[in-house]
């Protein structure tokens, strides 16, 4: 079974408007970390927000927040007032505290490809 | 500041061939790590160094080798090889080890192996 899965490959928002990227990840560990990151067409990983199993709060940063559902394992990042430079893949992904020798493994979906249209 | 950083950006290698892949980080990070991105698979982790002076496998170890050379550097090295090893490798580096712990990634290196 898949640690990390996102169900939308692909993503179209307007300019401005809010867009929210799916993420659902499982483990049976009580002990775990979510992040996102984001890559743009350059190439490299910029990590953007992270929320821990124990976290009481959703996680903000500046337009970027999580959407943190730990009943239904979900953890959707929202991108409030979407901007041209948002356009990029974003992976979502999860360390595990320890699960049968996972030691800590970043484990990273497949990715969701955003396009902020004009 | 200059985070993490990868050498080479591109390679090309015949099949058979080795080489070695460097990164180097200057925020005096304990933990580091090298993982590879494949069209469509997302990153794979491929060693690991939880702090200096160890290193461990990962997800997809087999036909590498790594070495924590000193708390800054951790260096990928592929003996022979092969076209399956074409694949971007991005090195990363977190404070230290433990789910809390933000992973940060060097700019990645390309590499083809024909």
């Known amino acids: 079974a898949q640690k990390i899965t996102q169900t939308q490959p692909g993503m179209f928002v307007q300019e401005k408007e809010a867009v929210t990227l799916d993420c659902t990840y499982d483990?049976?560990?009580?002990?775990?970390?979510l992040f996102w990151y984001k890559q743009p067409s350059s190439g490299e990983m910029i990590f953007l927000i992270y929320?821990?199993?124990?976290?009481?709060q959703n996680a903000t940063e500046g337009r970027y927040s999580l959407n943190f559902q730990k009943a239904r394992k979900s953890a959707n990042l929202v991108i409030s007032a979407s901007q041209l430079g948002d356009s990029a893949m974003y992976f979502c992904?999860?360390?595990?505290?320890?699960?049968?020798?996972?030691?800590?493994?970043?484990?990273f979906g497949k990715g969701t490809l955003l396009t902020v249209n004009p | 500041n200059a985070g993490v950083t990868q050498t080479p950006k591109f390679q090309v290698l015949k099949t058979g061939q080795s080489m070695t892949l460097q990164c180097a980080q200057d925020?005096?990070?304990?933990?580091m790590y090298w993982y590879r991105q494949d069209p469509g698979m997302g990153l794979r982790l491929i060693y690991y160094?939880?702090?200096?002076?160890?290193?461990d496998k990962g997800e997809v170890p087999n036909g590498y080798n790594v070495s924590r050379l000193n708390k800054r550097e951790f260096s990928l090295r592929l003996e022979s090889a092969a076209p399956s090893q074409t694949s971007v490798y991005f090195c990363?580096?977190?404070?230290?080890?433990?789910?809390?712990?933000?992973?940060?990634f060097g700019p990645g290196t390309r590499l083809t192996v024909t």
């Open positions: 990363a580096s977190s404070e230290d080890w433990g789910f809390t712990y933000e992973q940060y």
């Open positions: 483990t049976s560990d009580p002990s775990y970390g």
């Open positions: 929320q821990g199993s124990y976290d009481q």
């Open positions: 992904a999860m360390r595990e505290g320890y699960s049968g020798g996972s030691n800590y493994k970043l484990t």
């Open positions: 925020m005096n990070h304990n933990s």
């Open positions: 160094s939880a702090s200096e002076g160890t290193t």
